[in-house]
Every structure is written in structure tokens, then in C-alpha cells.
């Protein structure tokens, strides 16, 4: 198994631009989400699902939009870059909410 | 909100020297883990331990649910296990993870 994967792995955008941050899982993890971590502090909850077809805010999801067609997939898109979105994100899968929760590597995100 | 509390914020170690880091939480625990992030900044699990006493290696955690905190321990310490070390705290019915806001650790040679 790969795990939880991320694409890219940096990316720089300018303010005003849109992109999409890739998650993909082959676990079969039916809870995925999506944090971001911003300079000396913890992680942050953006958006999570759990299961194909189901999404919910997180703490901070303002700016983000997200969506699940498949178990797999869960990407986030910035519809519009804000230099307040330079963090890391990271997504994260587990198989029910009740249990052990795994991450992807990140994705550092500047916005100049 | 439910507050997950870390302590000690920083933690300067020699190598070999043991240490105990805390997380206390502010509802009723469900799930509980503790992460490692390394200086690469990948995000290790360590634990998943809602409540009782696990170990692995150097290393061990106990939660005790109804005090509301959980204890990592970290024995003979070496350089490797430098970095930060997160617990978070989760709702078995959401699955949402709240962090705190971790202990940096630094073990020097």
C-alpha cells in the first residue's frame, strides 16, 4: 500500500489564482480530511469527509472547497489564493472515525 | 471548544536522558494519538491510546481518560527523536482531531 499520497509537494501561486491540492488513499479508509499548519502551531482542521458523497467544515474552512466522489480521492481546491493560505496541508485518511488516524506528506503552499 | 493543553512547550535533552510530556484535554476522551514530527516535517504516528498504557520500543504512553491527560515517555533519548511531539484529541463520532500545540524537542549529542 502507498498510503495516503499528496500532490504537489510545493507550490507557489500568486494571489487571486486557483489550484487543487490532490489526496488519494488505497487503504479503503472510508473518514479523509484535510488540516493545514501554519508557522509553531499545531495542526488545523479544514474540511473532512466520511464517505464517498459526504463532506463537513472543519475549524477553518473558509477560502477551501472539497469534494468526494470516490473512496479514494478527496482533493481541496482554493478557489481563490490568499497570501493568509501559505501553510503546509495535509490530508489524512482512517478507517472509521473511531480509530487510528494516518497522514499524508504534506503539501507547502506559498502565496505570494 | 474543547482545549487540548501541552506541556512542556520546549525540552532540551542530552542524549540518554529520559523525559515525560504531558497532554491534558478539556472533554471526554474517545481518541487520543501522538504524533512525531520530524524535522522533515513528515507526521509519525506513535500512538493511538484512548485510554490504558502502551509501549514501543523507548518509548510508551499512558492516558488516563477520567483525569483527562495522557503522558508520553521517552527513554534514552537519542538525536533521531528530536522534533516536535503532537497529541490530539478526537471525537469517535465525527472523527475529528483536535491538536494541541505540541512540544518541541531538541536531544543534543
Known amino acids: 500500500n502507498a498510503g495516503v499520497t499528496q500532490t504537489p509537494k510545493f507550490q507557489v501561486l500568486k494571489t487571486g489564482q486557483s489550484m487543487t491540492l490532490q489526496c488519494a488513499q488505497d487503504m479503503n479508509h472510508e473518514y479523509m480530511s484535510w488540516y493545514r499548519q501554519d508557522p509553531g502551531m499545531g495542526l488545523r482542521l479544514i474540511h473532512y469527509s466520511v464517505g464517498a458523497g459526504i463532506t463537513d467544515q472543519g475549524e477553518v474552512p473558509n477560502g477551501y472547497n472539497v469534494s468526494r466522489s470516490t473512496t479514494e480521492d478527496f482533493p481541496l481546491r482554493l478557489l481563490s489564493a490568499a497570501p493568509s493560505q501559505t501553510s503546509v496541508y495535509f490530508c489524512a485518511s482512517k478507517p472509521t472515525p473511531s480509530l487510528e488516524q494516518y497522514f499524508g506528506p504534506g503539501t507547502r503552499l506559498t502565496v505570494t | 471548544g474543547i482545549q487540548v493543553e501541552q506541556s512542556p512547550p520546549d525540552l532540551i535533552l542530552q542524549e540518554g536522558a529520559n523525559s515525560t510530556l504531558r497532554c491534558n484535554f478539556s472533554d471526554s476522551v474517545n481518541n487520543l494519538q501522538w504524533f512525531h514530527q520530524n524535522p522533515w516535517g513528515q507526521l509519525i504516528n506513535l500512538f493511538y491510546?484512548?485510554?490504558g498504557t502502551k509501549q514501543n520500543g523507548r518509548l510508551s504512553a499512558t492516558t488516563v481518560a477520567t483525569e483527562r491527560y495522557s503522558l508520553l515517555y521517552i527513554s534514552s533519548s537519542q538525536t533521531t527523536d528530536s522534533g516536535v511531539y503532537f497529541c490530539?484529541?478526537?471525537?469517535?463520532?465525527?472523527?475529528?482531531?483536535?491538536f494541541g500545540q505540541g512540544t518541541t524537542l531538541q536531544v543534543k549529542p
Open positions: 491510546i484512548p485510554s
Open positions: 490530539a484529541f478526537g471525537s469517535s463520532n465525527t472523527g475529528k482531531l483536535i
